[in-house]
Nanobody, 123 residues
Framework: QVQLVESGGGLVQPGGSLRLSCAAS????????IGWLRQAPGKEREGVAC????????YYADAVKGRFTISRDNAKKKVYLEMNNLKPEDTAVYYC????????????????RGQGTQVTVSS
């Protein structure tokens, strides 16, 4: 069965960095675009970044552009999210997800998600 397992979350001070990892299994990772979503308390889940399947084209939400970098290693069946210059407003549960639609920024265009990993940015 399709599984996505995130890791790497934690508590970090403002301005700090974290690297999230997503381990994929149960499907051919190289055939799918993969995104990172996040959900802050009291808010809807939203797309943060997405990377296409073959060309590896990257897309970012305006709020994280220039600070976050998404990458993938199809041979290792992993997708990563490098987060730099973190801000308190980046605090959320972060999910790795498989895209099946065309609107990467919309939660409903993903068909499978991991269980999430908590990222807390606070001094």
């Amino acid at each position: 069965q399709v599984q996505l397992v995130e890791s790497g979350g934690g508590l970090v001070q403002p301005g700090g960095s974290l690297r999230l990892s997503c381990a994929a299994s149960g499907f051919t990772l190289s055939n799918y675009a993969i995104g990172w979503l996040r959900q802050a308390p009291g808010k809807e889940r939203e797309g943060v970044a997405c990377i296409t399947s073959s060309a590896g084209i990257q897309y970012y939400a305006d709020a994280v552009k220039g600070r976050f970098t998404i990458s993938r290693d199809n041979a290792k069946k992993k997708v990563y999210l490098e987060m730099n210059n973190l801000k308190p407003e980046d605090t959320a549960v972060y999910y790795c997800a498989r895209l099946y639609g065309s609107n990467w920024w919309m939660d409903e265009d993903y068909d499978y998600r991991g269980q999430g990993t908590q990222v807390t940015v606070s001094s």
